[in-house]
């Protein structure tokens, strides 16, 4: 079945320590998108990608970085310049570089805790 | 002001009751409507786009007012597997990015 698995489900990371989180897609998918979701909050953008090896800042970008070098794939590292990293991480694609006819499908999410 | 705009409830209603919720938007050119719904520790899942002249899917309506700038979700004879959190959804004209509201919770009581 085609879907968007992200992966880890849950994610410990030290103080001062990059993580990346993996996401990757089968739906052929243009467009993937990075949210982050904290407790009682709406989801917040933090980059999107409508093409291969091209990406744009979303409304909260620092901290972060994304690469797209392929079509299926759309990995986030949080770096430690990322000053509160814990929250609800979410990928997303959507049909066409425009979302607007088709919404977004989600992967089931990452859960990262900084320790 | 937010984007969108949602009252975080929580919502509890007794089972096959109706509820309906309702979301607002600034940006009057927004162009597409969606509610999502997220289980508790999920991911959102769509549910039903919204269009103009409103829509019906099974107990779901979804109806857009655009001169008030606001779209609504009706559940009718609620179940206890509706119970959840409903996300209203926005697109602004020329943007490629939806916009999330903070949700509503929904709890259905038996």
């Known amino acids: 079945d085609g879907g968007i698995t992200q992966s880890p489900k849950y994610l410990f990371r030290k103080e001062g320590q990059n993580v990346t989180l993996s996401c990757e897609q089968n739906?052929?998918?243009?467009?993937m998108y990075w949210y982050r979701q904290d407790p009682g909050q709406g989801l917040r953008l933090i980059y999107y990608s409508q093409i291969v090896n091209d990406f744009q800042k979303g409304d909260i970008a620092e901290g972060y970085s994304v690469s797209r070098e392929k079509k299926e794939s759309f990995p986030l590292t949080v770096t430690s310049a990322q000053k509160n990293p814990t929250a609800f991480y979410l990928c997303a694609s959507s049909a066409t570089g425009n979302p607007r006819d088709y919404g977004y499908t989600f992967g089931s999410g990452t859960r990262l805790t900084v320790v | 002001r937010k984007e969108v705009e949602q009252d975080p409830g929580p919502f509890n209603v007794p089972e096959g009751a109706t509820v309906a919720f309702n979301c607002t938007y600034s940006n009057s050119a927004s162009q597409s409507f969606f509610w999502y719904r997220q289980d508790c520790r999920k991911e959102p899942k769509l549910l039903m786009s919204v269009y103009s002249s409103g829509n019906e899917d099974g107990r779901f309506t979804a109806q857009l007012n655009r001169a008030s700038q606001y779209i609504s979700l009706l559940i009718r004879d609620s179940k206890l597997s509706d119970s959840a959190t409903y996300l209203c959804v926005v697109s602004p004209f020329g943007n490629e990015k939806l916009t999330f509201g903070t949700g509503t919770r929904l709890t259905i009581i038996p």
């Open positions: 739906l052929n998918h243009d467009a």
